[in-house]
Every structure is written in C-alpha cells, then in structure tokens.
C-alpha cells in the first residue's frame, strides 16, 4: 500500500472502531492493546522526527563539506613538479598516489553532489512518513480515549447491575418471616 493511501485511510477513519457488546473484562484487554499501539505509534513518531532532524542537519553539512572537498580538489590538481635528481620510481608511485587522491576527491564530490539533489524527493517522502507517523498517534489517541470511555460506561452498567441486585436481595430478605431472618 502506497504511503498515499495509508495517509488518506487514516484522515477518513474519524471514529475508532470499538468491540460491540464487550464485557468490562474484554474491553480493558482491548484498552490495554490500544495503549500499546499508542505507545509504539508515538515511539515510531518520534523516530521519524529524529531522521528528519538529522536530515536537516545533514543537509546543512553537505554545502560545506561539498566545497571542502572541492578545495582539496583545487590544491591536488597543483601537483608539484620532481625535485631534480629524485629516483624515477619514486616519482611514478608520488604521480600515482596523486592520481588517486584526485579520483577520490572526485568521487567524493559527486557523492555530495548526489546528496544534495536527492534531498528534495527524499524530503518529500519523509514529510509524508512524518504525517502518517503523527495521525497513527492522533489515532491511536482516540481510540484509546474511545476505549476508556466504553470501559467506565461498561463498568457502570456493571455496577448498577450488582447494586439492582443487592437491592433485590435485600428486598427478598426483608420478605421472609421473622423467624427465618435469623
């Protein structure tokens, strides 16, 4: 499923879905799952958060790394000359050696380059990922908010049963005859 899809299902799904006809005991198991998932939406939110703050970072970097690198660049490309009377051999492996240090430095700067073209997707990708991360919480919130309170009315209707209950036998007991009351 394409993270545009996952985006619109959460922004429709206003009202969580709840068990119907749920005992107190099967909603607190119910509530206790979705505080859980709360817990691990607002884990996953946060790491998202964290990889766009490291992004930017990063993309600040980059510039400056970028031309460093170019720099270096700059300073390789002015090779100096063999002293007189240095052994051939020698110059060859300080030729290499350069040659080297150049296509590193090179590749280098294209590695940033890449970087920083790829920032914009990548950036839009991620601020998607940032929205479904912050609705999964949103919610994951009402339904945990949605389970509560089905929980408190189940518990109240629990309740009322038992003191209908002890009224009723209380009402029974006070019916028997004086000498079966005890």
Do not use: C, M, N
């Not at 990548?122 to 601020?127: E, I, K, N, S, T």
């Amino acid at each position: 499923r394409s993270i545009e899809a996952e985006l619109e299902a959460l922004r429709s799904h206003a009202t969580p879905h709840l068990p119907e006809r749920a005992s107190v005991s099967e909603l607190d198991v119910a509530l206790l799952g979705a505080e859980q998932d709360q817990a691990l939406a607002r884990r996953a939110a946060s790491d998202v958060e964290a990889e766009a703050a490291h992004r930017a970072e990063r993309r600040r970097q980059v510039p400056e790394l970028l031309a460093a690198a170019k720099q270096r660049l700059q300073a390789l490309e002015a090779a100096p000359a063999a002293p007189p009377g240095e052994d051939a051999r020698l110059f060859e492996a300080r030729q290499a050696l350069a040659q080297a240090r150049r296509a590193a430095t090179q590749r280098e700067i294209e590695a940033y380059e890449q970087e920083l073209s790829s920032y914009e997707a990548r950036g839009a990708l991620l601020a998607k990922r940032l929205d479904r991360a912050q609705l999964r919480v949103v919610a994951e919130q009402a339904r945990v908010e949605a389970l509560r309170t089905a929980l408190a009315a189940a518990q109240r209707v629990e309740a009322e049963r038992a003191a209908e209950r002890s009224r009723g036998l209380l009402e029974e007991a006070a019916a028997l005859a004086p000498a079966v009351q005890g």
